[in-house]
């Protein structure tokens, strides 16, 4: 079983659909990342949070550390948010990667 | 304040020859990862660096490959005599120190392609 497990694996949706990809791990973590990766691009960084709910536009990245669980929502969404999103978590010195969550909006 | 810089962002190499990745880390930052993202796979970790030191490879494969991070310049990630499987995107990510080592900014990636 991975450390870090994404779902779901690929979603389609069409343009303005509210957007939900959970994030479920398994050990001991300092922060959690949610990465963006367009096809062929290179990886932008969304959220690190430790604890709660962060807010960047139409992004809004929440985690329960006691469930050891987050979710990445997207409101409003357009197709220019179709990427791959990456959840990750910090371990000691180490990053551990979820294989993230194909996203594909539909116009 | 200029993000992580990759480059080259495209390299094709044959196979046997050498090739060089560099990463310069954002400004006062001090630690350099390095992770590989083969086609259809996820991220795995490869190598965390502090300048002139190695402090955990137990990502990098035991041939091949070898990393530096000198006292100036970038860190350089190495692979020698490459091999079709190593064509991957290799992503670079630094942070601020050691109280911060979990808050890693990444770079736009190197996908090396060898033919």
């Known amino acids: 079983k991975n450390e870090v497990e994404q779902s779901p694996q690929n979603l389609t949706a069409q343009e303005g659909e509210f957007i939900t990809i959970n994030c479920s791990y398994s050990?001991?973590?300092?922060?959690l990342h949610w990465l963006q990766q367009h096809p062929g691009g290179g990886i932008v960084s969304l959220f690190m949070l430790s604890s709660g709910k962060k807010k960047h536009g139409r992004l809004i990245a929440t985690i329960n550390i006691q469930e050891k669980h987050s979710s990445l929502h997207i409101t409003a969404s357009h197709p220019r948010d179709s990427a791959v999103y990456i959840c990750?978590?910090?371990?000691?010195?180490?990053?551990?990667f979820g294989k993230g969550t194909r996203l594909h909006i539909l116009p | 304040n200029a993000g992580v810089m990759q480059n080259p962002r495209h390299l094709v190499r044959r196979r046997g020859q050498e090739a060089r990745l560099r990463c310069s880390p954002m400004?006062?930052?001090?630690?350099v990862y390095w992770y590989r993202q083969l086609p259809e796979e996820g991220l795995k970790f490869m190598v965390y660096?502090?300048?002139?030191?190695?402090?955990?490879e137990s990502g990098m494969p035991k041939e091949r490959f070898s990393a530096e991070f000198p006292k100036e310049g970038p860190s350089i990630l190495r692979i020698q005599q490459v091999v079709r499987g190593d064509s991957a995107a290799y992503f670079c990510a630094s942070s601020p120190g050691t109280r911060r080592r979990y808050e890693q900014y990444f770079g736009p990636g190197t996908r090396l392609t060898v033919t």
């Open positions: 990750a978590v910090s371990r000691d010195d180490k990053i551990i």
């Open positions: 400004k006062g930052h001090s630690h």
């Open positions: 660096l502090q300048k002139e030191n190695i402090i955990d």
């Open positions: 050990v001991g973590i300092s922060a």
